[in-house]
């Protein structure tokens, strides 16, 4: 316990003198580096995010009984920018809204604008109250719209029925 302490009231101390030696060298014009000659960690650098133009794309819209997700993406697919209604601070019942998926699709376009999106071609999915809403949220917000699929999953023959009941 004594030695622990010990180490601690060390650590504190050389933590003092570097604070020291840094006021006084920023007081007279030097660098703190020199000053603390490797003493401090450099803080980590990472990727700096590149944002590409991209004139033409797709709209993802996932339309559910729940929420409403917006997802638009370049060409090959990868995403540039999402958002859904749950995204954009609405709670419960409301994230199943026409309203709701209109904020979310016109925040989406808004993100969109930083890459040059203009042109898209639109595929949604699921049968929530947000579909058609979305869609022309998309449209007030500048993107023009070349084409509309629907991709919602349809059963063809559906789940195994349960077995009939013996009388």
Same mark, same amino acid.
């Given at each position: 316990?004594?030695?622990?302490? !010990?180490?601690?009231?060390?650590?504190?101390?050389?933590?003092? $003198?570097?604070?020291?030696?840094?006021?006084?060298?920023? *007081?007279?014009?030097?660098?703190?580096?020199?000053?603390?000659?490797?003493? $401090?960690?450099?803080?980590?650098?990472?990727?700096?995010?590149?944002?590409?133009?991209?004139? /033409?794309?797709?709209?993802?819209?996932?339309?559910?009984?729940?929420?409403?997700?917006? *997802?638009? *993406? /370049?060409?090959?697919?990868?995403?540039?920018?999402?958002?859904?209604?749950?995204?954009?601070?609405?709670?419960?019942?409301?994230?199943? *809204?026409?309203?709701?998926?209109?904020?979310?699709?016109?925040?989406?376009?808004?993100?969109?604008?930083?890459?040059?999106?203009?042109?898209?071609?639109?595929?949604? !999915?699921?049968?929530?109250?947000?579909?058609?809403?979305?869609?022309?949220?998309?449209?007030?917000?500048?993107?023009?719209?070349?084409?509309?699929? /629907?991709?919602?999953?349809?059963?063809?023959?559906?789940?195994?029925?349960?077995?009939?009941?013996?009388?």
């Amino acid at each position: 316990m004594a030695r622990r302490r !010990k180490l601690r009231l060390n650590y504190m101390a050389e933590q003092k $003198e570097l604070k020291q030696t840094k006021e006084k060298a920023n *007081t007279e014009g030097a660098p703190a580096a020199d000053a603390t000659a490797g003493a $401090e960690i450099a803080p980590k650098l990472g990727k700096k995010k590149i944002k590409r133009a991209v004139p /033409d794309g797709r709209a993802y819209i996932d339309a559910s009984y729940n929420n409403t997700k917006i *997802t638009l *993406t /370049d060409d090959k697919g990868d995403v540039i920018v999402w958002s859904s209604a749950g995204s954009c601070n609405f709670k419960g019942p409301k994230k199943s *809204t026409p309203y709701a998926a209109s904020v979310a699709a016109s925040k989406a376009v808004e993100l969109s604008k930083a890459y040059g999106l203009q042109k898209v071609n639109v595929f949604v !999915k699921g049968v929530g109250g947000g579909r058609e809403q979305a869609i022309r949220s998309l449209q007030a917000g500048g993107l023009q719209v070349e084409s509309i699929e /629907d991709q919602t999953p349809i059963p063809h023959g559906g789940c195994r029925q349960r077995k009939p009941r013996r009388v």
